[in-house]
């Protein structure tokens, strides 16, 4: 592996395609000095480097927009979408560059894409930049989901550059590196339908299969064959996330991954209890992408991208893999789910249920109860259960807790092997927004240190090694299931 830069290998694909995909664009330099926040080392392996040998200043510099690697032909990225429900033609990358395409020493391709770049032909009337909170939080939460199982791009590097950006207020700016094979979104091809560009959707859809999907090109209806695979990897993906308690909060079109990953972290959380109409974006006010809407979003959203494709394919296969959707999804959502409570996705779906239920009404921190039943510490877990709030009965709970352990006592030989099991899917950690708050008010302080000491904490997530009691605790009821701003 490499300690600098510069022997990293570019290929650029998708620079490779006609011009009116992408603007050609190079980072503005950022006036002050800046300083590396954080370096993930996982990531920095996958793309080849050494990260303990790495030249950070060098690593710097290519963020800030002071050095251009060679091979690296930076772009921005056009494509549509639809927001908040209406479409928008004028989107694209504002604020983020991809400096290139990476093909590590394995022979596999990573697209590396800079956030807070400076201003491109699709900023409209943003700045460009970004900010140390919004970086931070998709620094960490995108690792931390990786690390639970769910899909999602990956973050190399966080710089804080000294710049003063102005959001709601004046914030300390900030750049982030981001790593995924693909950025591709449905907004993409919504943008040449709508445009009634059939040549640049056909050239669109035959790099999509190349490039993502090479075992569909020898397919009958190869674009049919790849809204069925983006259609059950995206089903798959909002499934864990209901599993887990994720809320994205900007479940548009444009921020929708082909590859059906986790993409552009803005205000996203974590339930910190059960709520399953919470709202994570301040700015949603209809409660659009509200945390129990989400499968029915992300179904709205995949109608949009099958809309975009009916010029490629039938528009009657089209609508029968769409009505497919929900049986997928459910497949999906009842088998995690289950899996965490270590019983049957079909036979115990009344059980979990009442699970749901009881967490609910009892406004219970969930992952806690939940850590607690997989340690074996079940008089604990009912104790919290039943001091969540006045909306359960203890004999509910007492009722609930004596199914669940008639059940598990069948599937597992002993209560040793039970805890080995459902400890490996329940984490004892998340990233909970007043813990990334606390590493975001410290680096915004010069200290970086928390950023970093999360990180390591996030990447064991279902182990209580290297954790600190403050890692695992409830929010105080202040902080709990707050609304976030989007703006970064």
């Known amino acids: 592996m490499s300690s600098t830069l510069d022997s990293l290998t570019f290929s650029n694909r998708y620079g490779q395609l006609p011009e009116h995909f992408y603007q050609r664009k190079s980072p503005q330099p950022l006036k002050k000095p800046a300083t590396l926040v954080a370096l993930n080392p996982d990531v920095a392996s996958l793309l080849g480097i050494n990260p303990y040998e790495l030249d950070q200043e060098q690593l710097t510099n290519w963020m800030t927009g002071h050095l251009q690697l060679k091979g690296s032909e930076p772009l921005a990225m056009k494509y549509a979408g639809h927001q908040f429900g209406h479409y928008n033609p004028d989107l694209g990358d504002g604020r983020g560059l991809l400096l290139g395409e990476i093909t590590n020493p394995q022979g596999q391709h990573w697209e590396v894409h800079l956030k807070g770049g400076g201003q491109t032909a699709f900023s409209r009337f943003g700045d460009g930049r970004a900010v140390l909170r919004s970086s931070i939080r998709e620094f960490l939460g995108s690792e931390a989901l990786h690390y639970l199982g769910i899909p999602t791009t990956r973050a190399l590097a966080v710089t804080v550059t000294g710049e003063a950006i102005r959001r709601e207020q004046l914030e300390p700016?900030?750049?982030?590196?981001?790593?995924?094979?693909?950025?591709?979104?449905?907004?993409?091809?919504?943008?040449?339908?709508?445009?009634?560009?059939?040549?640049?959707?056909?050239?669109?859809?035959?790099?999509?299969?190349?490039?993502?999907?090479?075992?569909?090109?020898?397919?009958?209806?190869?674009?049919?064959?790849?809204?069925?695979?983006?259609?059950?990897?995206?089903?798959?993906?909002?499934?864990?996330?209901?599993?887990?308690?994720?809320?994205?909060?900007?479940?548009?079109?444009?921020?929708?991954?082909?590859?059906?990953?986790?993409?552009?972290?803005?205000?996203?959380?974590?339930?910190?209890?059960?709520?399953?109409?919470?709202?994570?974006?301040?700015?949603?006010?209809?409660?659009?992408?509200?945390?129990?809407?989400?499968?029915?979003?992300?179904?709205?959203?995949?109608?949009?991208?099958?809309?975009?494709?009916?010029?490629?394919?039938?528009?009657?296969?089209?609508?029968?893999?769409?009505?497919?959707?929900?049986?997928?999804?459910?497949?999906?959502?009842?088998?995690?789910?289950?899996?965490?409570?270590?019983?049957?996705?079909?036979?115990?779906?009344?059980?979990?249920?009442?699970?749901?239920?009881?967490?609910?009404?009892?406004?219970?921190?969930?992952?806690?109860?939940?850590?607690?039943?997989?340690?074996?510490?079940?008089?604990?877990?009912?104790?919290?259960?039943?001091?969540?709030?006045?909306?359960?009965?203890?004999?509910?709970?007492?009722?609930?807790?004596?199914?669940?352990?008639?059940?598990?006592?069948?599937?597992?030989?002993?209560?040793q092997e039970r805890c080995r099991e459902l400890e490996a899917v329940n984490p004892c950690v998340l990233p909970r927004t007043h813990r990334l708050q606390q590493a975001i008010t410290a680096a915004e302080e010069g200290d970086f240190s928390e950023v970093n000491r999360m990180l390591a904490v996030f990447r064991q997530p279902f182990t209580q090694d290297g954790k600190q009691p403050q890692d695992q605790e409830s929010p105080p009821a202040h902080q709990q299931c707050l609304p976030l701003s989007c703006s970064s």
């Open 173 to 415: 700016g900030a750049t982030l590196l981001r790593v995924t094979p693909s950025h591709l979104r449905f907004g993409h091809f919504e943008h040449f339908y709508y445009r009634q560009d059939q040549e640049g959707l056909k050239i669109l859809l035959d790099f999509s299969l190349a490039n993502l999907y090479p075992h569909l090109l020898d397919h009958p209806d190869p674009a049919l064959a790849l809204f069925d695979e983006v259609q059950e990897r995206t089903a798959y993906l909002v499934a864990l996330w209901q599993a887990y308690g994720f809320c994205h909060g900007v479940l548009n079109t444009d921020n929708m991954s082909l590859l059906g990953e986790t993409l552009d972290y803005g205000p996203f959380a974590f339930l910190d209890f059960y709520q399953p109409g919470y709202v994570g974006n301040h700015s949603d006010d209809q409660g659009r992408y509200a945390f129990d809407r989400q499968p029915e979003i992300v179904h709205w959203n995949l109608t949009c991208l099958a809309q975009a494709l009916s010029g490629l394919t039938s528009a009657d296969g089209l609508k029968a893999s769409l009505n497919r959707f929900p049986e997928i999804f459910q497949k999906h959502y009842r088998q995690s789910l289950a899996k965490r409570l270590g019983v049957s996705p079909v036979a115990d779906w009344p059980l979990l249920q009442g699970f749901l239920g009881l967490c609910e009404n009892s406004r219970v921190d969930w992952t806690r109860f939940l850590r607690l039943l997989a340690e074996g510490r079940l008089q604990a877990a009912e104790t919290l259960l039943k001091a969540g709030g006045p909306g359960v009965t203890a004999q509910q709970v007492e009722a609930w807790m004596a199914s669940w352990q008639k059940k598990v006592d069948t599937y597992f030989a002993n209560p």
